[in-house]
């Protein structure tokens, strides 16, 4: 009596926690290969048949870069037979992954706060991994509602005029799967130095108040005199930074005159309250007498 097969091979197609990827027939396949291979959002190499089973053959499997979502590796039915002939049935099997790297936006706020909004989680994420020129950061924390957001404050540093830059570097913070994430930037331009100025007497008897910066809210009434008066104080027309007064001792007087102008008496632009200054002279309006 002839013997007849006529019985479909299967095949059973495993994804393992490992990367690899198990096909495990019903019986030796004919005529399968990795173009037999059908993989979704991923890449299969090294498929070989296991030496001592012919049934059984593995393959690396490597999912797409910057890829989140189903990976999915099929034998499609009938892309191979066995060796009577029969078409062999398909199977397929899918894994979840997360190659996707996540990233960071890095905002300085209007208010003195600092925003960091991920597209995912992060994870070890510290102020250790917030860097800050010219400036440092308090109370980094994470929204109680939203764990995608982080807020801080931003404190400037003392006396500095400049830019401010909050970064956090790539690599300084993972998601859940274990992917680096990017890194991203911010920067304001902030003042925090006080201006000042420096008051000189000129020997024709004006007085000249030259400021590190235009000082803003500064008049007569900031210039304090001491023996004398002043009139006529005016800003250069060409250079904000200047100004001049005339300078008039007081009448029958000799001695010390000084003209000062004290601290916190005005402003930059930034509302630093300004250093103060003083200039003295000895003058003599005092007329002789005879007896």
Do not use: H, K, M
Request: a negative charge.
């Amino acid at each position: 009596e002839g013997v007849v097969d006529t019985l479909a091979p299967g095949v059973v197609v495993t994804i393992n926690a490992d990367g690899t990827v198990s096909f495990v027939f019903s019986e030796a396949p004919v005529g399968f290969d990795a173009t037999d291979v059908g993989v979704a959002n991923g890449t299969l190499t090294n498929l070989v048949q296991d030496s001592t089973d012919p049934t059984r053959w593995t393959a690396d499997l490597t999912p797409a870069a910057g890829f989140e979502g189903a990976v999915v590796v099929e034998v499609p039915a009938g892309s191979y037979t066995d060796t009577a002939g029969n078409a062999g049935s398909g199977d397929s099997d899918t894994t979840t992954v997360d190659t996707l790297a996540p990233s960071v936006q890095v905002t300085i706020n209007a208010d003195g706060t600092v925003s960091f909004v991920f597209s995912e989680a992060p994870v070890g994420f510290d102020a250790a991994d917030v860097g800050v020129a010219n400036g440092t950061i308090t109370n980094l924390v994470q929204d109680s509602t939203d764990p995608t957001r982080w807020t801080a404050d931003l404190t400037p540093a003392a006396g500095f005029e400049g830019a401010v830059t909050v970064s956090v570097p790539s690599g300084s913070y993972t998601d859940t799967a274990g992917n680096a994430g990017s890194g991203d930037s911010d920067t304001i331009t902030v003042d925090t130095l006080a201006p000042s100025v420096q008051v000189t007497i000129n020997a024709d008897g004006t007085v000249s108040f030259v400021f590190s910066e235009a000082p803003v809210g500064f008049d007569a009434a900031d210039v304090g005199v001491t023996n004398g008066t002043i009139t006529n104080l005016v800003q250069d027309s060409t250079d904000p930074t200047r100004w001049t007064a005339n300078l008039t001792p007081a009448a029958g007087f000799e001695g010390a005159v000084v003209v000062e102008v004290p601290a916190g008496s005005y402003t930059d632009t930034a509302g630093n309250a300004g250093s103060g200054d003083s200039d003295s002279t000895t003058v003599d309006t005092l007329a002789p007498s005879v007896t």
